[in-house]
C-alpha cells in the first residue's frame, strides 16, 4: 500500500502541477477503483487530494511569478486586485463556492492560474479544494469499484470515452480565452456596480 501510495501521489501532483491537457485526476482515482479490489479507498482518496491541493498550488504561484509578474502590466494587476476585496467581503460565499467547484468534476486549471494573478493567500482557495476533493476522489474511487462489479466497464468505457475526450479538449482549448478574458474583466464594476464591463484601453 505504501508503494501505491507513493506513486499515486507523485502522479496526481504532476497532473495538477501542469497547465493543461493534463488527465483529470478524478479519472484516475476511477481507473483504480476499477482495477485494484480491496483497496484501502479512504487512504487513497487522501493522499490524492494532498497531492492535488499541492500540484494546484504549485500552479497558482508559479502563474503569479511568471504570467503576473512579467506579463501583466500595472493597470491590469490592479483590476484582478480588485476581486481580493470582493472574496474577502463575502468570505463565506467564497467558501461555499471554492468547495462546489471543487466537489464538481470540471477542470481546476483555470481557478488556480486565474486565482495564482491576484495577491490573495493561497489557503483561501487551498482549503476548500483539499475538502471538496478528498471527498469527490473518495466518491469516484469507491463509486468505480462499485460499477466495476455489476457493469461490463470495459464496453461502457469505449462507448463514452469519445464523447469525454471531445469535452475534455474542448475545455482545454478555452484555457487561454479564459484567462484572457478574467485578466480583461473590469473587476470593480463586477462588485461595485454588479454589472459586467470590459476594461477600455490597451493591455
Same mark, same amino acid.
Given at each position: 500500500m505504501a508503494k501505491i501510495s507513493a506513486i499515486l501521489f507523485f502522479v496526481v501532483f504532476v497532473l495538477n502541477v501542469l497547465?493543461?491537457?493534463?488527465?483529470?485526476?478524478?479519472?484516475?482515482m476511477s481507473f483504480i477503483g476499477f482495477a485494484i479490489p480491496n483497496v484501502d479507498f479512504a487512504l487513497l482518496? @487522501?493522499?490524492a487530494a494532498i497531492a492535488a491541493t499541492s500540484g494546484r498550488i504549485a500552479l497558482a504561484? $508559479?502563474?503569479?511569478?511568471?504570467?503576473?509578474?512579467? !506579463? #501583466?502590466?500595472?493597470? &491590469?494587476?490592479?483590476?484582478?486586485? &480588485? +476581486?481580493? $476585496?470582493? +472574496?474577502q467581503s463575502r468570505p463565506v460565499v467564497a467558501f461555499g463556492t471554492f468547495l462546489g467547484f471543487a466537489l464538481s468534476p470540471l477542470p481546476s486549471n483555470y481557478l488556480f492560474i486565474a486565482y495564482g !494573478?491576484?495577491?490573495l493567500p493561497i489557503a483561501l482557495l487551498a482549503i476548500p479544494f483539499?475538502?471538496?476533493? !478528498? @471527498?469527490?476522489y473518495a466518491f469516484w474511487i469507491t463509486t468505480a469499484s462499485t460499477v466495476g462489479d455489476w457493469l461490463d466497464v470495459d464496453m461502457d468505457w469505449f462507448q463514452s470515452a469519445p464523447y469525454f475526450i471531445g469535452?475534455?479538449?474542448v475545455s482545454q482549448l #478555452?484555457? @487561454?480565452?479564459? +484567462?484572457?478574458?478574467?485578466?480583461?474583466?473590469?473587476?470593480?464594476? @463586477?462588485f461595485a456596480?454588479?454589472?459586467?464591463k470590459w476594461l477600455e484601453g490597451p493591455k
Open positions: 497547465p493543461a491537457f493534463a488527465p483529470p485526476t478524478w479519472t484516475t482518496a @487522501v493522499v504561484k $508559479l502563474s503569479r511569478a511568471l504570467v503576473r509578474q512579467r !506579463l #501583466l502590466s500595472a493597470e &491590469t494587476q490592479r483590476n484582478v486586485d &480588485t +476581486i481580493k $476585496l470582493g +472574496i !494573478l491576484t495577491t483539499f475538502v471538496g476533493r !478528498l @471527498v469527490s469535452y475534455y479538449l #478555452l484555457l @487561454v480565452p479564459a +484567462i484572457y478574458g478574467f485578466t480583461r474583466l473590469d473587476w470593480r464594476a @463586477v456596480e454588479g454589472r459586467f
